[in-house]
């Protein structure tokens, strides 16, 4: 399968779950966490309430995530979610990750730096993407994909709970 059908298939995968909007939300949180554990991340916290949503470690580097899921093509940057995500010393990255279920599907990562401007605005997917960490959001798509096809028989298994537990086991098995 190629990457692009890959992505399709991801999409239709996650279109199936068929549940709310709001605990779509959690388990996008979730399933980042366990992609970036996949990619060598060490998962210090994947929080259900307050901000940022996901801390890691990866590259000597920690990163600050505030995530999203949404299948509208605009979106608005609150600034606690903002807030979240600055980096709070020099080892820290903060980033903006949007998972755009399109289709096809992909993860949209925009650093904190470029993410500020955006605070407050309906901005539209596209210019999120031209803000993105290319490199990164390629490597969270590919890796997100592949993990949401590996486990397409039992993904709607795969709660916040469930797969935030899995995420800190491996981040701390690993690191």
Do not use: N
């Amino acid at each position: 399968m190629s990457t692009d059908e890959a992505r399709f298939k991801a999409t239709e995968i996650l279109g199936a779950l068929g549940v709310s909007a709001i605990e779509f939300g959690y388990r996008a949180q979730a399933l980042l966490a366990e992609t970036l554990a996949r990619m060598g991340a060490g998962i210090d916290a994947v929080a259900r309430v307050g901000h940022p949503d996901v801390t890691a470690r990866i590259g000597g580097r920690v990163l600050r995530i505030q995530v999203k899921a949404t299948g509208q093509r605009s979106f608005i940057l609150g600034a606690e979610d903002l807030d979240g995500i600055r980096p709070r010393s020099s080892q820290e990255d903060g980033y903006l990750a949007v998972l755009d279920l399109g289709p096809p599907v992909a993860w949209i990562c925009v650093p904190y730096m470029r993410a500020k401007v955006l605070v407050g605005r309906s901005v539209p997917l596209a210019m999120l993407e031209a803000m993105d960490d290319a490199r990164f959001s390629l490597q969270c798509t590919q890796t997100f994909v592949a993990l949401v096809i590996e486990h397409q028989a039992s993904i709607e298994a795969f709660t916040f709970s469930l797969v935030r537990r899995r995420a800190l086991a491996e981040g701390r098995d690993e690191h």
